[in-house]
């Protein structure tokens, strides 16, 4: 059984940073493509970034040059580190995982239906 925990999140001021953790368990990490979502209350959860299963990355226009993904098949851990943060990134951020056949997580790797597994969220709250 997959789990996922993500851990990381915090209040930051506008400018500031944060790392994101998703600790992983219960299947066979190194082969999935994982990802981070997130969603703010009475909104849909939207694809921030992925990475596969070989490491080629994808990301959301609005967070490319400032969250950068990665992950630690040796601590099963994935990551995201989080820059210049705005006040509209403030939301609960979610870590999910599914298979990679592609390699690169594919070209809907930004939809929440291409997932089945999901970590509880940590929330992310940036101040002006």
């Known amino acids: 059984q997959v789990q996922l925990v993500e851990s990381g999140g915090g209040s930051v001021q506008g400018g500031g940073s944060l790392r994101l953790s998703c600790a992983a368990s219960g299947y066979t990490y190194s082969s999935y493509c994982m990802a981070w979502f997130r969603q703010a209350p009475g909104k849909e959860r939207e694809g921030v970034a992925a990475?596969?299963?070989?490491?080629?990355?994808n990301y959301a226009d609005s967070v490319k040059g400032r969250f950068t993904i990665s992950k630690d098949n040796a601590k099963n851990t994935l990551y995201l580190q989080m820059s210049s943060l705005k006040p509209e990134d403030t939301d609960m951020y979610y870590c999910?995982?599914?298979?990679?056949?592609?390699?690169?997580?594919?070209?809907?790797?930004?939809?929440?239906?291409?997932?089945?597994?999901w970590g509880q969220g940590t929330q992310v709250t940036v101040s002006s």
């Open positions: 999910a995982a599914a298979a990679d056949p592609t390699g690169w997580c594919g070209y809907t790797w930004f939809r929440v239906g291409s997932f089945g597994a």
């Open positions: 990475i596969g299963s070989d490491g080629n990355t």
